[in-house]
């Protein structure tokens, strides 16, 4: 009885069904509209907050025990927390959570996901499943890595500022490499011959300074110097070795996660499927984004079968978005990406004040719809210059989805060309989706799917945490009452897709 009541309401609303064959009606139903699926499969383990905690921390502890007291602000943002224990807290929309598994256990969780791009290629030629990459492997890397690659991009500022360029934006910031030879050298970081093998003409070519692309291409995965490299702790002053706790078996956890994502991109380009990597929490977006991009290089050749997510809310989403894209250009692969304004809001804030690091987050919505805006901007400006790149406008927000479609017709970004999608969440913004589908526009519902019972701590959290969905849900009221009466008075009930 109560399968059957959750799925006239709650579950019927928000979620598509149980398993790849039960959501297919949906999935075809939606495709008659112009509405394609992005699969989300939904299950989350169903824990208690405080066995969330425990869980969690238990997975960090053996390699992250640290002095908390000697760490800068910005490295408490990369440790585990036991009051963050529960990553589910106070997370919005979309987003649900993943808690670290055994080796064996991600391997199934690949296996699902295979399943999952089955069933799209199945039900569409042109569909995308999510991913989060904290399905897919340890967290307690995923915090590490990310760790290591903040500390690095920290170092490039930090090189800026001594060279008069503090605040730059990202991509405008350009070490002179003279001097940043001459800085590294007194620091006692490497010795002279060392600090010219790095800067060699192959990594600079002939410009003489170095952006922070070059200087992050110095730590890809797979290279050897980032293991013996030294860096400034801003706090102490001291040398510290930027990868001292970067294990052998922490680089086979990155190897099995790039395992399995080649695993899942190789399937779905064989089925025809589009993978999106959902962003999540801070502390874990720097390796998550890093990893996707490592992916990206290899498949997105002809065009981007990989999408990357953009958090807009963050402070440094256009230094972001705005390196992606140039990366994707030098390294002539085609950029794929999804905007998102970003789940975790409440939790970031609350960590960042509960641990004493700088908020993330732009500080007004003000900031981060402007921010969104910025970037959507930059993204489709490049989209008219370069056919083979892709955009997801993921948002349920009117404002934006008006700006998007003028800027869209003042760029001549037709509609027909694919270039441009929009993203909402299933049994939410029906009165963005369905007319933007029905109008040519390529247009997608993020469609969760997966048993009630194990749904049911995803939907139960949606229903209670998230708010500003509930006031959205007042105004979709309203219109189904408008359309209802409109739809009574001209006596067509029954609506038929054009
Ligand atoms: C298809 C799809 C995929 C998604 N994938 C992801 C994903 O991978 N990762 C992810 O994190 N989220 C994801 N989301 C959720 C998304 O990030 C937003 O939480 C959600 O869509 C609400 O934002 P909005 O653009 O629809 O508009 P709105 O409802 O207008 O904006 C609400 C958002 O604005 C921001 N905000 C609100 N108040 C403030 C404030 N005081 N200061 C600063 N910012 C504020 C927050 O990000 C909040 O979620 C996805 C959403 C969709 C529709």
Known sequence: MFDKLMKMTFYGQFVAGEDQESIQPLIRHNKTFGVGSILDYGVEEDLSSKEAECKEMASYASSTERNGSSMSKSEKQYQAHLTFGDQRDSVISGAHTYFCASETKYDSRMETLLHCIEASGKASDDGFIAIKLTSLGRPQFLLHFSDVLTKWRHFFHQMAAEQGQAGHAAMDTKLEVVALQESIAKMGIASRAEIENWFTPETLGASGTMDLLEWKSL????????????????????????????????????????????????????????????????????????????????????????????????????????????????????????????????????????????????????????????????????????????????????????????????????PADYQVCFGQLLGMCDQISFPLGQAGFSVYKYVPYGPVMEVLPYLSRRALENSSIMKGTQRERQLLWQELWRRLCTGSLLYRPA
């Open 219 to 414: 730590i890809r995965c797979r290279t050897q110097l980032s293991k013996h490299l030294l860096i400034p702790n801003v706090q102490t002053g001291q040398l510290e070795p930027l990868m001292s706790q970067f294990t052998e078996k922490e680089e086979l956890q990155m190897m099995r996660i790039l395992q399995r994502m080649d695993v899942l991109a190789t399937k779905a380009m064989e089925a025809g499927v589009r993978l999106m990597v959902d962003a999540e929490q801070t502390y874990f977006q720097p390796a998550i984004s890093h990893l996707t991009l490592e992916i990206q290089r290899k498949f997105n050749v002809e065009k981007p079968l990989i999408f990357n997510t953009y958090q807009c809310y963050l402070k440094d989403a256009y230094d972001n978005v705005t390196l992606d894209v140039e990366l994707a250009r030098r390294e002539d692969w085609c950029f794929g990406a999804k905007l998102v304004r970003g789940a975790y809001m409440v939790q970031e804030r609350a960590r960042a004040v509960d641990l004493g690091y700088e908020d993330p987050i732009n500080s007004t919505y003000e900031a981060t719809n402007a921010m969104y805006h910025k970037c959507l901007n930059y993204v489709l400006e490049e989209l008219k210059h370069n056919s083979k790149a892709e955009v997801m406008v993921a948002s349920h927000n009117e404002d934006t989805i008006r700006f998007t479609l003028s800027r869209m017709e003042e760029l001549g970004l037709h």
